[in-house]
């Protein structure tokens, strides 16, 4: 009889994340969104797709994104937002800078018709609901027919005109009609590319590029404000500090990072293991048993990191070869795809200019453009899900502290 595992040591977290016997678990629930994903995959199929696709996920590609890309696409959100309301909420305004970012990766040709896009973020929220149903407390059933009817919405009004379009464009280039150098640089004309070699179906392209867009705007989105939040607490408890983060980005990175290991995306990781086991921390597992990693606890644990793991202090130390946003982006081969371009680099590991990630980058452009906490509209848990998120954060911009930190 299959039985459940738990695990909340740091050790033994880490080492069920890179246990090659354990395949992921969490999306089992929602796999008739999540079927053939790559983070959903096991073994020799996952080595694959993620060889493949890691062509896209460069270093030089994240830092031009970081310092030329993402910024732009913010304030220009944030400008949208800020039309007609003093109070934003900051949440959907970071949700659809991503998107952006996000969708272009995918293969998604977003133009410029403000309707359209918001359509495709509605569609990216109700995917993004149904892949982690197992999260959610209403009706799962209900959840999962809604996100397979939002991606058979997303297939017929973007998906498919962005397919043929790459379609096109590869045959040119093997017709010799072409250069490959023309062939966008997205995830869709990669598979597209790649799907006779690789033996891909069409619903594995469709289901991989749906995945993309939501998973790379809410993860972002929700660990930004988070991040956001400890700011704004630690300047009510010393004001001065905003300044001093928009001045220093590698103290606003350490406070990144901080969040990030007190806030992992998912409260639980979940494995199946594919065959009988053991952890090189001793604890044992049969075929078929669930290994349920408590990813708060692994990343609080005082064994590594102090006996006030559980408080927030960007100031803390962390031992040699522990990452300071803790097991939060996974670990080993199934570690996230995006972790640098959302989080940098830790201090001594860019080889030329330094990756400080998304989050501190529009961490730093909202504090610059003058950010503060609502006192009109305080944030509101999201009381939809397990997972500790936020539904609405609001901040109010007060021009004048923008003109004083940007006086020219």
């Given at each position: 009889?299959?039985?459940?595992?738990?695990?909340?040591?740091?050790?033994?977290?880490?080492?069920?994340?890179?246990?090659?016997?354990?395949?992921?678990?969490?999306?089992?629930?929602?796999?008739?969104?999540?079927?053939?994903?790559?983070?959903?995959?096991?073994?020799?199929?996952?080595?694959?797709?993620?060889?493949?696709?890691?062509?896209?996920?460069?270093?030089?590609?994240?830092?031009?994104?970081?310092?030329?890309?993402?910024?732009?696409l913010?304030?220009?959100?944030?400008?949208?937002?800020?039309?007609?309301?003093?109070?934003?909420?900051?949440?959907?305004?970071?949700?659809?800078?991503?998107?952006?970012?996000?969708?272009?990766?995918?293969?998604?040709?977003?133009?410029?018709?403000t309707?359209?896009?918001?359509?495709?973020?509605?569609?990216?929220?109700r995917?993004?609901?149904?892949?982690?149903?197992?999260?959610?407390?209403?009706?799962?059933?209900?959840?999962?027919?809604?996100?397979?009817?939002?991606?058979?919405?997303?297939?017929?009004?973007?998906?498919?005109?962005?397919?043929?379009?790459?379609?096109?464009?590869?045959?040119?280039?093997r017709?010799?009609?072409?250069?490959?150098?023309?062939?966008?640089?997205?995830?869709?004309?990669?598979?597209?590319?790649?799907?006779?070699?690789?033996?891909?179906?069409?619903?594995?392209?469709?289901?991989?590029?749906?995945?993309f867009?939501?998973?790379?705007?809410?993860?972002?989105?929700?660990?930004?404000?988070?991040?956001?939040?400890?700011?704004?607490?630690a300047d009510?408890?010393?004001?001065?500090?905003?300044?001093?983060?928009?001045?220093?980005?590698?103290?606003?990175?350490?406070?990144?990072?901080?969040?990030?290991?007190?806030?992992?995306?998912?409260?639980?990781?979940?494995?199946?293991?594919?065959?009988?086991?053991?952890?090189?921390?001793?604890?044992?597992?049969?075929?078929?048993?669930?290994?349920?990693?408590?990813?708060?606890?692994?990343?609080?644990?005082?064994?590594?990191?102090?006996?006030?793991?559980?408080?927030?202090?960007?100031t803390?130390?962390?031992?040699?070869?522990?990452t300071?946003?803790?097991?939060?982006?996974?670990?080993?081969?199934?570690?996230?795809?995006?972790?640098?371009?959302?989080?940098?680099?830790?201090?001594g590991q860019?080889?030329?200019?330094?990756?400080?990630?998304?989050?501190?980058?529009?961490?730093?452009?909202?504090?610059?453009?003058?950010?503060?906490?609502?006192?009109?509209?305080?944030?509101?848990?999201?009381?939809?899900?397990?997972?500790?998120v936020?539904?609405s954060?609001?901040?109010?911009?007060e021009?004048?502290?923008?003109?004083?930190?940007?006086?020219?």
């Open positions: 009889m299959a039985e459940t595992l738990r695990l909340g040591s740091w050790a033994a977290a880490r080492e069920a994340l890179r246990h090659r016997d354990l395949r992921q678990g969490l999306y089992d629930e929602g796999r008739a969104l999540m079927d053939g994903v790559v983070v959903n995959l096991h073994g020799g199929p996952h080595t694959e797709r993620r060889r493949l696709e890691n062509r896209l996920f460069r270093r030089d590609t994240f830092a031009y994104w970081e310092a030329e890309l993402i910024p732009v913010l304030r220009e959100t944030l400008a949208t937002h800020r039309a007609d309301h003093p109070d934003v909420d900051i949440v959907p305004v970071v949700r659809h800078a991503m998107l952006r970012l996000a969708a272009c990766v995918a293969g998604l040709d977003i133009g410029a018709d309707a359209d896009f918001l359509r495709l973020a509605g569609l990216m929220t995917l993004a609901s149904a892949s982690t149903v197992v999260h959610a407390t209403g009706d799962k059933t209900t959840i999962v027919a809604d996100g397979l009817a939002a991606l058979d919405e997303f297939k017929s009004a973007f998906l498919a005109p962005a397919w043929a379009r790459r379609e096109t464009l590869i045959q040119d280039v017709a010799g009609k072409r250069q490959e150098s023309d062939l966008p640089r997205d995830v869709l004309t990669l598979l597209l590319a790649a799907r006779a070699d690789h033996d891909l179906s069409s619903g594995d392209i469709e289901r991989e590029v749906a995945y867009p939501w998973v790379g705007s809410h993860s972002t989105s929700i660990a930004l404000v988070h991040a956001l939040h400890h700011c704004f607490e009510a408890r010393g004001p001065g500090l905003i300044d001093a983060l928009v001045a220093t980005p590698e103290l606003l990175q350490r406070f990144v990072h901080e969040s990030l290991r007190l806030h992992p995306a998912s409260p639980e990781a979940v494995r199946r293991a594919v065959s009988d086991g053991q952890l090189p921390t001793g604890e044992r597992f049969a075929a078929g048993d669930t290994v349920v990693v408590d990813m708060f606890a692994a990343n609080t644990d005082k064994a590594v990191f102090g006996d006030d793991a559980d408080r927030f202090d960007p803390r130390t962390i031992p040699v070869g522990v300071p946003w803790g097991l939060t982006f996974g670990s080993g081969f199934h570690a996230c795809l995006g972790q640098e371009l959302a989080g940098g680099l830790p201090p860019s080889d030329g200019d330094r990756l400080f990630g998304a989050i501190t980058v529009m961490i730093s452009t909202l504090l610059t453009a003058g950010a503060q906490r609502s006192t009109r509209h305080p944030p509101v848990r999201d009381e939809r899900t397990t997972r500790p936020w539904r954060y609001h901040v109010v911009f021009d004048h502290v923008a003109r004083e930190r940007n006086p020219s």
